[in-house]
């Protein structure tokens, strides 16, 4: 259904398709986002720019996005407030449409996301992964009021940004069960319909035998994360999406900034938990066996050093997860390993799981 007609009925519109920008400029145009056309378009290198100079949007003005900080962001939103504009499109990658976010949070006005890749599944949520002096941080913020994937555009970014959001949306799993294990272990309340999307968009790619060389595997993988980013919108938190497998990312990004991108190390992290769960609680295996033979059928990382780590960095990340994400318990503050018995786990876990 075209994205225009979704948007009377639904509070969050999806469009998936070949050609799906070319309707981008009638919904920007469109009264009820824009009563008076004052649009502005955030895009990032790469495509963004040439999207941007194909629609059909003759008076709105366009801001180039450089990085993913939260400077930049707040410049765009200082920006997007100071002109006054009704609406704003942030046309680009992850990084793009995480500032774009953030600064129509900030300036109180609605964003349609367009993603140009499937890297990550933060093209609905209502996060933003924006990076700072220490780090990288994840901001809450108001989710899109739209998505826009036109297939084509993805089928020309690199192959290895599209595959790395199959890493991210399986690692749903693994973050559903450590928020099943805080509630067991912590009283922690879960929330099950957040608990059913974030299922339903993993097990939509998990065992699909076909690849991104597919335009059905590429509309699966696209509503996938955009369902993702809906369940962390009605948990109200990126508890459904963000578990152990995501604290040993962010560690890795912290302590070894530009290893890898956020999908991979998000399927990595998955796996990695899953293991440890099969090794000391005596579950999972047949988790972790799906997760390991879904990374392997789309060519992505299962191990360290897939991703130029050695086991002591990785061992050194995983010692190090648990501080990226204070009060969030997982399978690692559950076990609570020593530095020694992780390192124990990595070796095996390399062992058990590698090629």
Known sequence: MPLLARTLTSPLAIDVRRGAIADLGKVLADRRIANEGRIAVAVGPGQGSQIAADLDLPHCEVFQVDGGSVDVATELGKR???GAYEAVAGIGGGKTIDVTKYAATMAGIPMVAVATNLSHDGIASPVSSLEHESGKASIGVTMPIAVVVDVDYVRAAPERLVRSGIGDVVSNLSAIDDWELAGREQGEPV???AVTFA??????VLHRPDSIESQEFLTALAEALVL???AMSVAGSSRPASGACHEVLHAIDQLFPGTSNHGELAGIGALYAYFLRHRYLDHGESRMAAIRECLLRHDLPIVPGDVGLDE?????AVAFAPSTRPGRYTVLEHLNLSDDDIRRSVGEYVKTVGR
């Open 80 to 82: 997007l407030r100071a």
């Open 228 to 230: 993702s980013g809906m």
């Open 199 to 204: 299922r339903v968009a993993a097990e939509a």
């Open 312 to 316: 002591d960095r990785f061992a050194r």
């Open 191 to 193: 929330d099950g319909m």
